[in-house]
């Protein structure tokens, strides 16, 4: 189990990360007791291109930990075969509860790992890094989810055995289930259809007049309209968007999708979720770092980029959820 190339790669890259997060913290505690963008001591110089190459190395990290959410799952999916009852990621995540942990703090650091590359592109922009404290505070709020992160996987592949009889996606995600996963699948197509549309068409039109218009509001709707799209997405992807791509209206599993066999339609699909909605919730983030006078145009700039960013996005994850829905033959009585 543990020589499957998709564990040990996740073993050797959370080794590698934890151990960088963790040196990286100790400067960071330094950094927020002693640096003094105004002085010109020893010390301060010292602290500067400490900095300088600890920013590097954490760039390198926090891009892992964004990719290492897509490299969890495919590997979850690639080793479901191994286990009795499972058909999908799901069986394997069902062989050991810990992989559902596992999979939320993934998702956790995908977003705060993607926020410090946010942050650390606006403070190496100015010439004074006014965000230096700020982004190593973040540092530190981080490396424990990274360590805990790195903590359950260890336990939860460790722990996985072969001859476990696991429960399928069908199982779990479907409407005679008294779980929550029962529950979602169950919520009512036409209702959900309803929601996910109305929350696009709200949402796009905002990103639009944040790209255009200098309105703080604006930029804080925009993040908090994005941050319930994320939700209501996840939602539809199990309640009406999952089944067109199957073709069956009781399959409602949102690991499927990410087989060959529906043409790993899954992973466009959730990435361009995830950016549509991480890069329009980080434009909102920022918004108050335009009163730091040496970040002001450098901020207004990377807003209307990464809302761009956002609308495609959210364009792209709309577009392929609405494809069978138009193309397919398959129908559902709603």
């Known amino acids: ?10 073993f050797i890259g959370e080794g590698l990360v934890i151990a960088m997060s963790l040196y990286a913290s100790l400067l960071g505690v330094e950094v927020l007791r002693r640096w003094d963008i105004n002085s010109s ?26 990719l290492s959410l897509f490299l969890y799952i495919y590997t979850l999916d690639s080793i479901h075969v191994i286990f009795v009852g499972a058909m999908c990621a799901t069986g394997t995540l069902n ?20 926020s410090w590359i946010a942050i ?140 060959d066999t529906y043409g790993y339609v899954g992973y466009p699909l959730y990435s361009t979720l995830f950016t549509g909605v991480f890069f329009s919730l980080i434009s909102g983030i920022v918004e108050p770092l335009k009163k730091i006078q040496s970040l002001t145009k450098t901020v207004e700039r990377a807003q209307k980029m990464w809302l761009a960013i956002s609308a495609i996005g959210i364009i792209a994850f709309v577009t392929i959820s609405t494809w069978p829905i138009i193309f397919s033959s398959f129908k559902v009585d709603m």
């Open 41 to 66: 001591s020893e010390e301060q110089l010292r602290l500067e291109r400490r900095t300088y190459l600890i920013s590097t190395l954490m760039m390198y990290v926090m891009f892992y930990e964004v």
């Open 95 to 114: 062989a050991n509860d810990i992989g559902w942990y596992a999979l939320y703090i993934k998702i956790i650091v995908f977003f705060l790992s993607s």
């Open 1 to 10: 189990m543990i020589l499957h190339p998709g564990i040990l790669a996740l």
């Open 120 to 259: 650390n592109y606006l403070d190496n922009s100015a010439e004074d890094y006014p965000l230096v404290r700020a982004k190593y505070k973040l540092l530190l709020l981080i490396t424990p989810f990274i360590v805990f992160c790195g903590f359950l996987l260890v336990k939860y592949f460790l722990g996985l055995k072969p001859d476990i009889i696991t429960s399928c996606c069908g199982s779990l995600f479907s409407d005679e289930s008294k779980k929550v996963s029962g529950s979602l699948a169950g919520l009512p197509i036409k209702a959900m259809m309803v929601t996910f549309y109305a929350s696009a068409t709200l949402l796009l039109p905002l990103i639009v007049l944040s790209i255009t218009l200098r309105n703080s509001f604006l930029k804080y709707l925009t993040a908090v309209n994005s941050f319930a799209f994320f939700f209501i997405s996840m939602l539809s992807i199990i309640s009406f968007i999952s089944i067109y791509f199957y073709e069956l209206p009781m399959h409602h599993c949102p690991f499927d999708i990410l087989q």
